[in-house]
């Protein structure tokens, strides 16, 4: 029984390894049509003439946003465009103070004379998509250029976008997200990093190279009949953005990226809102996919096409195989140790490389094209690297949970006004939470930590250097959700003490003037 169950281990690793190369061998392939296609530049073939300029209406959807409100319709209000052809609809579903910011912000632009909507929805059927559907039946442009609550875009965004629809296949134009506070934290250099590799390289190869790629739910701009003719925006899944993108594309509409527009955005600055943002991504992806990935292989649209939908839409699976790898290294490591041509497993190290190698340089080459900077993207490169397998948990089980589960609750990540150089504008209370299952992340780096002991006590040398970044990324990202779901564990309950306690003074306390 025990060399059947030494099989099967080992088969399962090698089977695990496999499947994690073919995805790298993927993302290879993306960097190779991305180097390919390299110099090419986007440009509208023509541009509007001023009296031709279409009418459009920019859409704010948000909830909750309090600390971000104003700072997000401010930077709408200073979009470049002919007044008598813009519209701005704020599309808030919140149940808190972000009501009356917003409100009253748009009050004070319409006295300016902007033609600046504020629709406010009772409850949130369809959560976002439902908030979108509902602004598109009321918009007045043909055009809707839309931002989330993070974004603060710069005035000639629209200018900028506004001429790729001359020509009348374009259903969607794609601008670059760049960020305010990259730069704040380890956490958000990290953020950045990954961002960057997927708007610089993801989305520029398979835009040119003929392939889909998908619109990211903000910077972006839609013509209206491209969205009405793909059926509109549905809420089965929680990537109503890619899903549609899907749809429109099937449905014969072109989309272009933009990488040379930007539009500036804050990063998550706390582990637990950006893992909340992680999950959301790789669960709706893989709700996408099973929803739309049968119809997309059955369409008469190209091989290429058809390929790069599949690993597209799968990509976040790969986490699972991730933790299955994990999971395996300390019985891989043992039983080689025992069998009588151990040499014949060293084709894990090859597989291994093909991988990570694969992600290096991926992410390399995307830092270098956009920045510049060789050197910093070395000294990125491993903390990014060992994040992405301590999300592997995370979004694992948001992989698991979109391919079986039917759950499609929207849960937004909560932003704070956080800018390069400066102190957040907001205070602790919207934050992710820490759910139980961090622990499992915990559990796993004391593990992988363990394997790593044990690799350098058997001269295992091969495999010290994956171990590091599995040990350090699980332990990273499980130590970071639990400081900060102490700490703001500690805050509430200071608050709590502090609201409690009887006032000795005659003056009203902090805590009744902010209420």
Avoid at 341 to 368: I, K, N, Q, R
């Amino acid at each position: 029984m025990e060399p059947t169950l030494h099989t099967l281990v080992i088969v399962l690793y090698l089977v695990t390894l496999v499947a994690l190369a073919l995805y790298g061998a993927h993302r290879g392939a993306l960097l190779f049509l991305y180097l390919r296609h390299r110099h090419e530049r986007t440009a509208p073939e023509s541009r509007f003439d001023e009296a031709d300029l279409p009418i459009v209406t920019v859409q704010l959807p948000m909830f909750n946003e309090m600390f971000v409100a104003e700072r997000l319709i401010d930077a709408a209000a200073r979009i470049e465009y002919p007044r008598h052809r813009l519209e701005i609809q704020v599309l808030d579903d919140s149940t808190d103070a972000t009501s009356a910011i917003a409100r009253s912000k748009c009050m004070a632009l319409r006295d300016e004379g902007l033609d600046v909507a504020y629709l406010h929805r009772t409850n949130r059927t369809g959560y976002k998509a439902g908030a979108l559907e509902a602004g598109m039946m009321r918009a007045k442009g043909d055009f809707l250029l839309v931002f989330d609550a993070d974004f603060v875009p710069g005035p000639s965004i629209l200018r900028e976008l506004i001429d790729f629809f001359r020509d009348p296949s374009v259903g969607m134009v794609q601008a670059r997200w760049a960020h305010l506070n990259g730069d704040r934290s380890p956490l958000t250099r990290c953020q950045a990093m990954l961002l960057d590799g997927h708007f610089i390289i993801e989305h520029a190869a398979r835009n040119r190279s003929g392939r889909f790629f998908n619109f990211n739910g903000t910077a972006g701009m839609w013509r209206k009949a491209a969205i009405t003719d793909a059926g509109g925006w549905q809420h089965d899944t929680i990537t109503e953005d890619m899903d549609l993108s899907y749809r429109a594309q099937l449905a014969g509409w072109k989309f272009v990226y933009a990488p040379h527009v930007s539009a500036p955005a804050e990063l998550p600055c706390d582990m637990n809102s950006f893992k909340g943002q992680q999950y959301r991504w790789a669960k709706g992806s893989v709700q996408t996919a099973r929803k739309l990935l049968g119809s997309i292989l059955r369409s008469p649209v190209s091989r290429k096409v058809k390929t790069e939908a599949f690993f597209h839409l799968t990509n976040n699976l790969a986490y699972v195989f991730l933790l299955v790898l994990a999971s395996l290294q300390l019985p891989n490591m043992l039983i080689r140790r025992h069998m009588e041509h151990p040499e014949l497993l060293l084709l894990d190290v090859p597989l291994f490389l093909a991988t990570c190698g694969s992600v290096a340089t991926f992410y390399m080459v995307a830092h270098y094209d956009l920045y510049g900077q060789r050197v910093q993207a070395l000294k990125r490169l491993p903390a990014m690297m060992a994040l992405g397998i301590g999300l592997s948990i995370n979004n694992g089980r948001a992989a698991i949970e979109g391919l079986f589960g039917r759950d499609v609750e929207f849960v937004r990540t909560p932003k704070r006004g956080v800018v390069d150089g400066k102190p957040a504008s907001g205070s602790y209370r919207y934050r992710g939470r820490w759910p139980w299952h961090n622990t499992i992340e915990l559990a796993f780096g004391v593990y992988c930590t363990a394997t790593l002991i044990v690799a350098i006590a058997t001269r295992s040398w091969a495999s010290v250097p994956f171990l590091l970044l599995f040990s350090g990324g699980f332990t990273y990202v499980g130590v970071a959700s639990l400081y900060e779901a102490l700490r703001l564990r500690l805050a509430q309950s200071d608050s709590e003490l502090t609201a409690q306690a009887p006032s000795t003074h005659s003056s009203p306390s902090p805590q009744s003037m902010l209420s």
